[in-house]
């Protein structure tokens, strides 16, 4: 019976920490649910930011295409392809004049706002992620890990930290997560480019009601500075919104919803809040769909 017990808590370490595969059943928190030592797994991304809220129409979509790879059974890297796509037409959130008629909104470049409409895609760069799993859930009362990406491309330049929290309950049937979040960015499709910093807290509790699904609800504490140095605060948005998680032996799906539900801006960004809503890069609705397929 000791050999059986001791048999069961190794494998614990050298699984993933559910029983699902991938990332975890999160739309936009990262779980310590690793690849294990020596496997891959394709996965796509796609994320869509709508209702910016200054009137007209305002679409921005980004795709992640990645490679991720489990180095060893605590700790994995992923290497991803970024494209994006946005869609505006007559949105005026921020124009120097208010017109209706100007076309405004994140990735939208200041010299394009006297049309009517403006839309781009493009193939955008590359980022490389780092997780390392320093805890584990299953076997440990919180999961502790370290999380690292770098971006380079023609929209913009990113490097991005995380804390990973997680913890297990009911037999690994319920999942409380938290990220806290640390990046700054360099945007370079406006005219001028823009350095900016960003932190973030992320929480979330998912449940599998039914073998193979899980679903659950998460929600963002997002805050912008202007620059590098976390002193100059422009922006608070509040998100919050629902989650569903499928896995199968061969591919996994997760897909995610969150509306933001309030918010507010400070000089220089007082023009980005609208009708309680911060209206620059963020929208009203925000989905995500994830999907892994293991090779």
Not at 31 to 37: E, W
Not at 91 to 111: F, H, I, K, M, R
Request: proline share 4%; glycine share 12%; charged share 20%.
């Amino acid at each position: 019976m000791k050999k059986i017990k001791r048999f069961l808590v190794a494998g614990a370490f050298v699984l993933p920490t559910s029983v699902f595969a991938g990332e975890g059943a999160f739309g936009w928190l990262y779980t310590l649910d690793l690849q294990p030592k020596g496997t891959f797994e394709i996965e796509q991304k796609l994320d869509l930011n709508t209702g910016q809220g200054g009137g007209g129409r305002y679409n921005l979509l980004k795709s992640k295409t990645g490679l991720e790879y489990g180095v060893t059974n605590d700790f994995q890297l992923t290497g991803y392809v970024n494209a994006y796509s946005v869609n505006a037409s007559k949105n005026y959130t921020n124009c120097e004049d208010g017109s209706p008629s100007c076309t405004s909104g994140w990735g939208v470049p200041g010299s394009k706002a006297g049309l009517n409409s403006y839309s781009k895609t493009s193939i955008d760069g590359v980022s490389l992620e780092g997780i390392w799993r320093l805890t584990n859930p299953v076997v440990d009362p919180v999961g502790v890990g370290i999380y690292v990406e770098g971006t380079v491309g023609s929209y913009a330049n990113a490097f991005e930290t995380r804390l990973l929290l997680q913890s297990n309950f009911l037999d690994d049937r319920l999942i409380v997560a938290a990220n806290i979040v640390g990046e700054i960015e360099k945007y370079k499709w406006n005219d001028e480019p823009m350095e900016e910093s960003i932190i973030d807290v992320l929480l979330g509790v998912s449940y599998r009601f039914a073998p193979k699904w899980f679903a659950g609800v998460e929600g963002r504490i997002h805050n912008d500075f202007s620059g590098y140095s976390l002193k100059n605060r422009t922006q608070l948005a509040n998100f919050i919104g629902p989650n569903i998680h499928y896995a199968s032996k061969d591919w996994w799906m997760t897909a995610a919803w969150r509306y933001q539900i309030g918010g507010q801006c400070w000089a220089p960004g007082d023009a980005d809040c609208m009708g309680g809503k911060v209206a620059d890069s963020h929208g009203a609705n925000q989905f995500i769909v994830k999907v892994g397929f293991p090779i």
